[in-house]
């Protein structure tokens, strides 16, 4: 145990919140142990959770929050340990219906079908019927508006789903859950599309449907909400259980010492900087806004590395993918090493000078059944030929260069990428970005899902990158990814609240993007 761990964990076993256990825990999972492969997704991780109380679980990414979620929801079986649910064990995975009556999961992605009414996404597949086994449209919208007020959930059962806002959704999300008999109701990131006022109302159902013997298990990034809503939290870290204890005893510091795992003494050791104050920045953007951020205005400089941090639904991402012209902002400026490309055009932002790591690179950073020597080339036309004509020649000349430059680990240059390992397809995708000796790097999230030393090795070439003069933004919630930066913005809400310096410790930088106030 860590320093960190020994530091915020007040007993061996989960603490409970001070309230009189009302019979057995509404779920209780011990010694859950998962894996995908050679991965740990949980080790021996634990949670209880009693009746009539919201326990918050929190964690990093690559914590274990989503694989327990699945495990308590009975999406996938535990390879060691024991669900069980008032006392009772978990159901066979095959009997969707009984796990239905026991725990219902309203995901940030809404499971509401928008071209069916709201009556119909309530009652699907199991609407009442009249005479000749007909669908009973009546009775279905009737048990529909008797559910909705049972639940003062204030929706018209008529209503097409597609016209509902996000708050009405997740609360036909909730109704439809209780009407399975389940009261133990599993929110993951209900605010994170929510304004503060819709945030104030999900609240106050949360509230009352505690005080009529609802359950709730709360996950959330923003741990300023756990100490608003919640009575207990959990803190996972690195698939493992580190610390159950009452919310009001658990100060702000140890609850983002037990999620980071360093101490608040620690320190970290930064590169020296390479910022070249005389040349003209990287990049200057100014005023952008748009739907999810907005008057947004920083600069990166030549050499220099600057980090846009944030939880999910900070803005960080929706920022970069409108510097490199995925996105255009409804207002503002970018400016890619003293020229304006056209707003919401790659073309112009790759032409102004700008190389790009997108955030998926399955989806969007390369094209899995062309060869090596193509996907790294794809951004560099003028490079292999002219008047539309491409050299074979000159394409593979340059990929060997960048399979040699990224060590990129293939036989040759008309290999698939789908062939590649995680590590090496996302070589091929930052090759790309340095093929044409940007002016700006812009990397989203550029380690997910690789292997440690493909992780090293990449964010080795992006030092040395920016050693040479190429600015660099880094887009990513991973500490890892942000070490290296001269300075961090941080990213709260859609807006830019926090810069911080180098030399930052861990578990400052996670409280500012979590909109913690260590202070409080």
């Not at 340990?81 to 995901?107: I, M, Q």
């Not at 803190?235 to 159950?244: E, G, K, P, Q």
């Not at 899995?368 to 394409?395: E, Q």
Request: proline share 6%; glycine share 10%.
């Amino acid at each position: 145990m860590d320093d960190a761990e020994r530091a915020v964990s007040p007993a061996p076993g989960p603490v409970d919140s001070g309230r009189a256990p009302a019979g057995p825990p509404v779920v209780e999972a011990m010694g859950i142990v998962k894996r995908f492969g050679p991965t740990v997704a949980l080790n021996g991780a634990r949670i209880i959770i009693r009746p009539g109380e919201t326990h918050a679980l929190v964690g990093r990414n690559g914590a274990g929050k989503s694989t327990l979620v699945s495990v308590l929801t009975g999406l996938q079986a535990p390879d060691e340990g024991t669900v069980t649910f008032g006392g009772e064990p978990a159901p066979r995975l095959s009997d969707r219906d009984a796990w239905r009556r026991r725990v219902a999961c309203v995901y940030q992605k809404s499971t509401i079908i928008p071209t069916l009414t709201v009556a119909e996404n309530l009652f699907l597949n199991r609407h009442d019927h009249g005479r000749n086994r007909l669908i009973s449209w009546q009775g279905v919208r009737r048990r529909a508006q008797e559910l909705l007020t049972t639940w003062s959930v204030d929706v018209d059962p008529q209503t097409p789903a597609s016209d509902l806002s996000v708050e009405q959704r997740q609360f036909v999300e909730i109704a439809r859950a209780l009407s399975f008999g389940a009261r133990f109701i599993i929110l993951d990131e209900p605010t994170a599309q929510l304004d503060g006022a819709a945030i104030q109302r999900l609240f106050d159902r949360i509230r009352d449907l505690q005080r009529q013997g609802v359950t709730f298990l709360f996950i959330s990034h923003h741990l300023q909400e756990i100490y608003e809503i919640c009575d207990m939290v959990t803190v996972f870290r690195d698939a493992r259980h580190i610390v159950t204890a009452p919310v009001a005893e658990l100060p702000r510091t140890e609850l983002v010492a037990a999620m980071t795992g360093e101490a608040a003494a620690a320190g970290r050791e930064n590169r020296a900087s390479t910022l070249d104050p005389g040349a003209t920045a990287a990049l200057s953007v100014r005023g952008l806004s748009a739907g999810t951020y907005g008057d947004v205005t920083f600069q990166v400089g030549a050499g220099e590395i600057v980090g846009l941090a944030g939880a999910a639904g900070s803005g960080r991402t929706e920022v970069a993918e409108t510097v490199v012209g995925l996105r255009a902002g409804a207002t503002g400026e970018v400016e890619i090493a003293g020229n304006r490309p056209r707003p919401g055009s790659v073309p112009a932002a790759l032409a102004a000078g700008a190389g790009f790591v997108p955030q998926d690179r399955h989806h969007q950073g390369f094209v899995p059944d062309m060869s090596i020597a193509d996907n790294s080339t794809l951004s560099v036309p003028k490079r292999l030929g002219s008047n539309g004509f491409l050299s074979r020649g000159r394409r593979d000349g340059l990929a060997r260069e960048m399979i040699e430059r990224l060590a990129i680990k293939t036989p040759g240059p008309e290999l698939p990428v789908s062939a590649l390992s995680g590590g090496n397809q996302q070589k091929v995708v930052m090759a790309r970005a340095l093929a044409d000796d940007p002016k700006l790097l812009v990397l989203i999230n550029p380690t997910a899902g690789v292997d440690v030393r493909s992780k090293e090795f990449l964010l080795g070439k992006v030092e040395e990158t920016a050693d040479a003069g190429t600015g660099v933004l880094i887009a990513s919630d991973e500490l890892d990814d942000l070490r290296m930066c001269d300075r961090v913005l941080v990213m709260f809400q859609g807006r830019v609240t926090n810069e911080i310096a180098r030399g930052w410790h861990d578990h400052d930088l996670v409280a500012a993007m979590e909109g913690v106030d260590l202070d409080a």
